[in-house]
């Protein structure tokens, strides 16, 4: 009876539509068990709260903003503080809609975020099949539900339904269907401004692959949200580009910052506070990093001779423990660089392997997020450019150890930005 068991669970599990949901439940299920049954009971940072059982843990940082576009309408004055109408609006009109039917702001947002994200695993999980195989598929879509960033996908913020529109749009250029490339396309733009990189992502791969005309239409229609987004700034405020005016509250300035880079290494090398202080207060945090460091390197270059070793093991304990131990920051900090860069460095080596759309798009969407001025929420935007985890994905498919490791870092980093979000600490 039990080998019968064991065999449904392995058939289920490899079912290609309820792999996708499983995934999406099960990492449902770990966050809102971190939010709220594992916060509510640990000792209150200095910097945070202690989140009650219900609604509100979900309401927090940039939520509050898309409760004000729902509540009160778009507000701005070009005085370079913080202002509503650096957030697109297909997100808060969606939720206005569900409230018009009597949910509450924290149901409706949260309904959406949910539902768009189980989308995108499916989305995602059929458009990888098709290029990389069933197995990179399921590796891809548990990459993306369980990365640490995944934990916007569970609250009022964007990405899940972000994740969903761009993916979809990219499907369908890859399918050769312009007309859902389009549509899909332009509610991405009405979405989140990184929905911009997906419109010369487009047009390139059209040349690239000498597509028809019907192509380059389909890849400069995504613009439509944007445009719409832009006259409505027009009309309301006098000026079209107001949204990016806009933006001038969380990033002062256009272009590479490069002392938030610098900043960001010394932090993550050294230490918040050794590096603010300019003095080493706290040795065991750059002694710490110094051992993981060093030894990255050798482990990874003979990884064929220390696979079954008790070494290889230790170093992901050592770091799993580290992760755990350390402010939510120096997380921060890690998440922007391995993010951005080592999964910029990852697309570009499986850059052959994955289809052309799928690398432009990664490399336009990770040079418009350093040339957006600022290093605030890097991690999470980068998230939200599904070619990163796609890359990720399909290289962990190809090394299982590695992988099943990796996602148990996931997990933890995954637990800690979710306790910190329910605590309303900063976690990006």
Same mark, same amino acid.
């Given at each position: 009876?039990?080998?019968?068991?064991?065999?449904?669970?392995?058939?289920? #599990?490899?079912?290609?539509?309820?792999?996708?949901?499983?995934?999406?439940?099960?990492?449902?299920?770990?966050?809102?068990?971190?939010?709220?049954?594992?916060?509510?009971?640990?000792?209150?940072?200095?910097?945070?709260?202690?989140?009650?059982?219900?609604?509100?843990?979900?309401?927090? #940082?940039?939520?509050?903003?898309?409760? !004000?576009?729902?509540?009160?309408?778009?507000?701005?004055?070009?005085?370079?503080?913080?202002h509503?109408?650096?957030?697109?609006?297909?997100?808060?009109?969606?939720?206005?809609?569900?409230?018009k039917?009597?949910?509450?702001?924290?149901?409706?947002?949260?309904?959406?975020?949910?539902?768009?994200?189980?989308?995108?695993?499916?989305?995602?999980?059929?458009?990888?099949?098709?290029h990389?195989?069933?197995?990179?598929?399921?590796?891809?879509?548990?990459?993306?539900? #369980?990365?640490?960033?995944?934990?916007?996908?569970?609250?009022?913020?964007?990405?899940?339904?972000?994740?969903?529109?761009? $993916?979809?749009?990219?499907?369908?250029?890859? /399918?050769?269907?312009?007309?859902?490339?389009?549509?899909?396309?332009?509610?991405?733009?009405?979405?989140r401004?990184?929905?911009?990189?997906?419109?010369?992502?487009?047009?390139?791969?059209?040349?690239?692959?000498?597509?028809?005309?019907?192509?380059?239409?389909? !890849?400069?229609?995504?613009?439509?949200?944007?445009?719409?987004?832009?006259?409505?700034?027009?009309i309301?405020? &006098?000026?079209?580009?107001?949204?990016?005016?806009?933006?001038?509250?969380?990033?002062?300035?256009?272009?590479?910052?490069?002392?938030?880079?610098?900043?960001?290494?010394?932090?993550?090398?050294?230490?918040?506070?050794? #590096?603010?202080?300019?003095?080493?207060k706290?040795?065991?945090?750059?002694? /710490?990093?110094?051992?993981?460091?060093?030894?990255?390197?050798?482990? *990874?270059?003979?990884?064929k001779?220390?696979?079954?070793?008790?070494?290889?093991?230790?170093?992901?304990?050592?770091?799993?423990?580290?992760?755990?131990?350390?402010n939510? =920051?120096?997380?921060?900090?890690?998440?922007?660089?391995?993010?951005?860069?080592?999964?910029?460095?990852?697309?570009?080596? @499986?850059?052959?392997?994955l289809?052309?759309?799928?690398?432009?798009?990664?490399?336009? +969407?990770?040079?418009?997020?350093?040339? !957006? &001025?600022? $290093?605030?929420?890097?991690?999470?935007?980068?998230?939200?450019?599904?070619? @990163?985890?796609? +890359?990720?994905?399909?290289?962990?498919s190809?090394?299982?150890r *590695?992988?099943?490791?990796t996602?148990?870092?996931?997990?933890?980093?995954l637990?800690?930005?979710?306790?910190?979000?329910?605590? =309303?600490?900063?976690?990006?």
């Amino acid at each position: 009876m039990a080998k019968v068991q064991i065999f449904i669970a392995k058939s289920l #599990w490899k079912n290609e539509l309820i792999f996708p949901a499983a995934v999406w439940v099960f990492s449902r299920i770990f966050i809102f068990i971190a939010m709220l049954l594992l916060a509510p009971h640990l000792l209150d940072p200095t910097d945070g709260t202690t989140p009650n059982f219900g609604w509100e843990v979900v309401n927090a #940082w940039d939520s509050v903003h898309y409760r !004000s576009i729902v509540t009160s309408g778009y507000e701005f004055v070009d005085d370079s503080n913080q202002h509503n109408l650096a957030f697109f609006p297909l997100f808060p009109l969606s939720i206005w809609l569900l409230m018009k039917l009597g949910l509450s702001f924290e149901l409706a947002g949260t309904l959406i975020n949910n539902i768009a994200f189980c989308a995108a695993m499916y989305c995602i999980y059929f458009w990888v099949k098709q290029h990389c195989g069933i197995i990179a598929a399921q590796w891809v879509t548990t990459v993306v539900a #369980w990365c640490p960033q995944a934990m916007f996908t569970g609250v009022v913020y964007t990405e899940g339904l972000y994740l969903f529109l761009s $993916t979809a749009a990219l499907r369908a250029f890859d /399918l050769k269907q312009y007309r859902w490339t389009a549509l899909w396309g332009a509610l991405a733009t009405a979405t989140r401004p990184t929905g911009m990189a997906l419109i010369p992502a487009l047009a390139i791969a059209s040349w690239k692959q000498r597509r028809p005309a019907i192509a380059y239409v389909a !890849s400069f229609a995504t613009a439509i949200g944007i445009l719409l987004f832009s006259l409505f700034c027009w009309i309301k405020f &006098g000026h079209p580009l107001a949204f990016i005016q806009a933006q001038r509250g969380w990033r002062p300035s256009l272009g590479f910052d490069g002392q938030g880079w610098w900043n960001m290494v010394m932090e993550i090398a050294i230490g918040t506070s050794n #590096w603010q202080d300019a003095w080493v207060k706290n040795p065991w945090h750059p002694l /710490l990093f110094s051992i993981i460091l060093v030894s990255a390197y050798p482990l *990874w270059r003979f990884r064929k001779y220390l696979i079954e070793t008790k070494v290889f093991y230790g170093l992901y304990a050592l770091a799993g423990i580290f992760f755990f131990l350390v402010n939510e =920051q120096f997380i921060n900090n890690f998440l922007n660089l391995f993010t951005v860069l080592g999964g910029g460095f990852i697309l570009w080596r @499986l850059r052959k392997q994955l289809t052309p759309v799928t690398t432009i798009y990664g490399f336009c +969407g990770i040079g418009l997020l350093l040339a !957006s &001025g600022g $290093t605030l929420s890097l991690s999470r935007l980068a998230y939200g450019i599904v070619p @990163l985890s796609v +890359g990720v994905g399909v290289l962990l498919s190809r090394h299982y150890r *590695w992988g099943y490791l990796t996602l148990g870092l996931f997990a933890v980093l995954l637990a800690r930005l979710s306790v910190g979000f329910a605590k =309303q600490i900063w976690v990006g």
